[in-house]
């Protein structure tokens, strides 16, 4: 390396950087080059290879890791030093660095100060190695020279002995000039003798390092094994052996200071011949790597835990779960359990109160858990608001069902959560490790499973997995990939369910009702479908289709039959669409395609959809109106009721949920529920239809009460489109 102006090449694809890196560094003195690419660099690395390199990460075509291996690979570039510049600041990103041989690491963005400072570390790091071995060659070169010249000019003997004397001069400024060098190194220099490993030659470095005065080390020719960690030692002693057989050592290990400190070194051991190939003496650089260790141990710590709650993480818990798999392969009355948590309305507290206070509440949920468990037993934290837990070792199932109910015991009290007073429940899936799997992925699935059915049971309990709850979520996913196909081989068909006037016992329009004719289940339910395709995100997709394809009958029937003239059609919408954001423009072009005006179609809501964004609902329902649609609250008495806002949304029936009329009769109370629905729909200037009129008298009953419309089986049950214009031809009076 030129001592006067080192050479530098920089590799970056982004030119800004590469500008900025170039023009400060030309100007503290360096001989800058750059390349925009990996390929470049190593063309320009073989061809005039530089002093250091600074390298980008991630570049296209070829990362930075790829770069660095090839040349590392190559005898022209493998000492030039790396040093990695990088923005990735991710788990193993800084090992990946060192482990394919770079030397340092500085994370974008940069202060060239720090940059600066570490490119002239390992400057002079390399300049001091060169040194060394300029040193040695000159020195190997002038021995020899001289040792030739005397064995051929014994004539000029007094003139050799004066070059010798010269020789030894400069012998001697070499040697004051090289042990300047090693006395400056950071890094350890020891050389031993090959044969008992007697110490020849140790640097200062060595006492800062090991934490002894040097001479101890001339004067104890054990000690450098001695200071070895107790649980390395042999290793190292083995690579000692390996280092007589095959000339060279490459070893980390760790090593116990006087003061108790214990420090990581990285050993580099190469044996020296003589010309007639013995091995003479053992030359060592030792670094000290503490630090490197310390970063690399917290970056796998970092990797394998979450970081909100300090627990491990599902890469954790997953690897430890595979040890207790084969410990149970190994010992067959081995038992362990498999516990997934989830609490219960979470999202509600953390999208209501904040996620601060979202995360406050698992971290003290996660202590919470910690507190009913025992030091063996694992907790981790998958991610949300799932946790999982590993029994280990138990005796029965009750003691996994013990820590299940000491957990929801503890939720029992609410939590305090900066000004909060929080009450929350957990849904707890169990699952034994001899139910036959082998794989983690398994175990966790089953729990998974085990915790739907809890949450699905009720929420705030636990439940045990067996395989009919897998035989079940397997039936449902099976489900749920038929309907993602049902819709593009049509296999939805519309039913219609009467709707009659109370007051002239006369048809006056149907309720649409989606059925899925599955091609092996036959006519499928929406019970069993409608949840599903709400969780996959289909329903938007199936509601346009059932308003589209209502729509076009209705309008079919108003042109094929005079009776059907007047008829309107109710179609279901659901949560997801009133959200949409484009479902006016859908609703208009479900209008514009099958030419039925806006009065004949009656869209039917939720009391639930009224209570969110309430301002954009009443906008969203506006312009509903705004196109002369009708506009229902379905099942009303059966959800959150505010009557106080009631009045604020264009509503223009009340549907009384069906359960309320098929009891009024058996239940005073439920009658006058009926009653009271009836009385303030009407205050509000709205009509009221009854669902599920099941016989003669709750018809009577309605009909007395002043409830303008009714459906149910007392009328008709639903019917296919062939049975609705049947019934509209023979126009019955009820």
């Not at 001989?31 to 250091?52: F, I, Q, S, Y």
């Not at 049950?717 to 126009?731: Q, R, T, V, W, Y």
Request: net charge negative.
């Amino acid at each position: 390396m030129n001592s006067s102006v080192a050479k530098i090449l920089i590799v970056d694809d982004l030119p800004d950087n590469l500008r900025v890196l170039s023009a400060t560094l030309t100007q503290k003195g360096y001989e800058v080059r750059c390349a925009k690419n990996g390929a470049m660099a190593l063309r320009g690395a073989r061809t005039a290879p530089p002093d250091l390199i600074l390298l980008d990460v991630k570049m296209p075509d070829m990362n930075g890791y790829e770069v660095c291996q090839q040349l590392k690979a190559s005898p022209a570039t493998q000492d030039i030093p790396v040093i990695f510049m990088s923005a990735l600041d991710d788990v193993l990103d800084k090992v990946k660095a060192f482990e394919v041989g770079g030397v340092d690491y500085i994370i974008k963005p940069f202060q060239i100060e720090e940059v600066l400072a570490r490119i002239k570390s390992q400057l002079a790091l390399q300049a001091a190695k060169a040194e060394i071995c300029l040193l040695n060659a000159e020195l190997e070169q002038r021995v020899q020279q001289r040792t030739a010249q005397l064995a051929t000019a014994n004539q000029l003997l007094q003139r050799e002995i004066a070059e010798r004397k010269q020789t030894e001069q400069w012998l001697q400024e070499s040697e004051t000039r090289l042990e300047s060098i090693l006395d400056a190194l950071e890094e350890v220099v020891r050389s031993a003798c090959a044969k008992k490993f007697k110490l020849l030659y140790l640097n200062p470095a060595a006492q800062k390092v090991y934490g002894r005065p040097v001479w101890e080390f001339f004067e104890q020719p054990n000690l450098w094994l001695e200071v070895i960690h107790p649980d390395d030692r042999e290793r190292v002693e083995q690579a000692t052996q390996v280092l007589l057989q095959q000339g060279r050592m490459n070893l980390e290990y760790r090593i116990l200071r006087s003061d108790g400190e214990v420090r990581w070194l990285s050993d580099r051991s190469y044996a020296i011949y003589d010309i007639d190939g013995v091995a003479t003496r053992f030359d060592s650089i030792i670094y000290d790597i503490t630090e490197r260790k310390r970063t690399e141990q917290q970056l796998i710590h970092d990797a394998l835990h979450d970081v909100l709650t300090g627990l491990p993480n599902r890469t954790f818990f997953m690897e430890r779960l595979e040890q207790v798999l084969k410990q149970a392969q190994w010992e067959p009355d081995y038992l362990f359990a498999v516990l997934f948590i989830d609490l219960d309305r979470f999202k509600i507290i953390n999208d209501s109160l904040g996620h601060t206070v979202g995360d406050q509440l698992l971290i003290t949920f996660a202590k919470l858990m910690q507190r009913c468990l025992r030091r063996t037993d694992t907790i981790a934290r998958l991610g949300g608001d799932e946790f999982t837990i590993l029994l280990e070792n138990i005796e029965h199932i009750n003691e996994a069902i013990s820590i299940a109910e000491r957990i929801h015991a503890e939720l029992m009290s609410p939590l305090q959560i900066e000004n909060h007073t929080i009450f929350t429940s957990a849904s707890i899936g169990i699952v034994l490790g001899a139910t036959g799997c082998d794989r983690p992925a398994e175990l966790l699935r089953n729990a998974d499973i085990a915790m739907y059915c809890a949450k699905e049971a009720g929420k705030a309990r636990y439940a045990i997995f067996d395989q009919e709850m897998y035989a079940r979520t397997l039936e449902l996913l099976h489900l749920e990939s038929d309907l993602r196909k049902a819709i593009e081989r049509q296999e939805f068909l519309l039913h219609y369910q009467p709707i009659v006037s109370l007051v002239t016992g006369k048809l006056v329009g149907f309720e649409a009702l989606i059925r899925w004719q599955h091609p092996e289940r036959g006519l499928v339910s929406p019970t069993e479908f409608i949840s599903i395709a709400e969780d996959i995100g289909l329903i938007v997709p199936i509601g346009e289709w059932v308003m589209h394809q209502a729509c076009q009958q209705m309008r079919e029937w108003q042109q094929k039959f005079p009776g059907a003239a007047n008829l309107k059609i109710s179609v279901n919408l659901a949560s997801q669409q009133i959200k949409e954001a484009k479902l006016i423009e859908r609703i208009d072009r479900v209008m514009a395609e099958t030419g039925l005006d806006g009065s004949f179609l009656k869209l039917e809501i939720t009391e639930s959809m009224l209570l969110n964004n309430t301002e954009a609902t009443i906008n969203m329902l506006s312009q509903i109106r705004d196109r002369k649609i009708q506009l229902s609250i379905d099942d009303f008495g059966k959800g959150y009721s505010s009557l106080s806002y009631l009045h604020r949304f264009p509503i223009n029936t009340l549907k009384i949920d069906g359960y309320f009329i098929s009891q009024m009769n058996s239940d005073p109370e439920n009658f006058e529920i009926v009653r009271t629905i009836n009385t303030l729909a009407h205050n509000l200037g709205l009509d009221v239809t009854a669902e599920c009129v099941g016989t003669a008298t709750e018809f009577l009953q309605l009909k007395a009460l002043g409830c303008e419309f009714g459906q149910g089986y007392f009328f008709s049950k639903p019917l296919d489109s062939k049975g609705a214009e049947s019934l509209i031809l023979f126009d019955p009076q009820w």
